[in-house]
């Protein structure tokens, strides 16, 4: 499925920083970054032409193609950098964002990229300029549209926001709910407010969005939207809804559990039953950004012993999994040159390509794991349920599993195993105010680098990046951050 699907889209205006592709020697002016013409949005061609521009950024490399996955990863203590060589995400594992100057600037640019294109889409029918079009797919495009707008505003708030439950009214995202022009200097608003608006956004789409139990493939449906906004309570402390939302996706949704037998290689399928959300990428996507270089730098470039060999699993996650000598799940680990496990296979590549892999954004393992959690902690606890939900991912892992009462410990534990590799587990811990803590094994931090860091130490949020500040100094700095 070719996003763009040929059609060349017209600069209609600059993104919304441009002074990351002009100061950052590292980057260059892709076609992702162009918009589409206001004169094009004018039928249901022009309209799908602009969504799949939207989805074309979730493709790039420098977000879910590689660097928000990775990011959320190797910050937390079951995935590393293999050594201090490391170049795609040493940074990220050793909390190299110490200044504003070098800090990954894309993890900024790249979403206000994509932001900019979803609302020249949203506003192309807020104005009537969109014509001979169904109720149905207007809805349908809209729908994906407020659902991907919210998924970015998430995103970019748990990269440069505190935790919710650490103060919800520092800074967040500047909200961007119309086209932000290169002139205009936005202020960021509270995290309180960012969230409210993510969630603002996510219920819109699912008014819009049809619940007919139809899997499309490659996009945002009301089943997706529905599992995110369970997500985004989780990280809100909203418990009761983030409960009863990931239920519902459970059990009513189109979606089940991949089986024991099928379960290590359907990661090298294009979809399979748990695909809730893929970003999707063939060998003619590749997660293209426009250029020849772009597949070398995907997620499975990245991961595999074939490419850049640069992420491993940690010696504790192996600790972990030998927990349970039978899991499935050591099938995703492979040796490296010493012949010590190590390497991490949940991005095999398909038809023998490694860098051709769809990512993961909602499986719905991880809309099992969502209702367990918030089973446990919402205001009338319902421990058969978390229970239940628990045990459907430990049993599918481990034959002959027995059943055991889920705990909020446990729970976060099989989280680690489960979800490992798919940019969850920083974000777990900064949401619950836990600790990062890395001990043993290949570990070569040393404590200033960041060996035990909490939510309290600046470093877990990245600073707003320089060139940013240079062009708009009002938009305020990080805490911490000079």
Known sequence: MKRILNIKIALALLPFFTAFYACNDS??????????????????????????????????????????????????????????????????????????????????????????????????????????ISDADKNNILGQAYALRALLHFDICRLFGAPYAKDKTQPGAVIADKIITAAEKPTRSSVEDTYNFIVGDLKTAMTMLSEAKSITNGYINYWAAEALLGRVYMYMGNWDDAYSLSADVIEHGPYKLISTADYIASFAADFNSESVFDVANTSTDNVNSGTSDAPRESIGSVASPAGYAELIVTTAFIDLLNEEPTDIRFGFLKPDKTGALGYFAKYPGRSGDYMVNNIHVVRLSEVYLNAAEAALRKSAKDQTNADKYLYAIRSRAIPGATQVTATTDNVLKERRKELVGEGHRFYDIMRLGLTVTRTGGRQFLNIDEGITVGWDNYLCVLPIPRNELDVNPTIGQTDGYK
């Open 27 to 132: 980057l260059v002016q892709y076609p992702n970054d162009q918009l589409v013409t206001e004169t094009a949005i004018t039928n249901l061609d022009g309209a799908n032409a602009a969504l799949y521009g939207v989805y074309d950024v979730f493709q790039n490399y420098h977000y879910y193609g590689c660097d928000m996955i990775t990011y959320g990863d190797v910050r937390g203590e079951d995935m590393q950098s293999v050594d201090r060589n490391g170049s795609r995400a040493l940074g990220f594992y050793t909390f190299n964002n110490r200044t504003p100057d070098n800090v990954r600037s894309t993890l900024w640019s790249t979403p206000y990229s994509a932001l900019n294109r979803v609302n020249s889409l949203i506003t192309a029918f807020d104005e009537g300029r969109v014509a001979d």
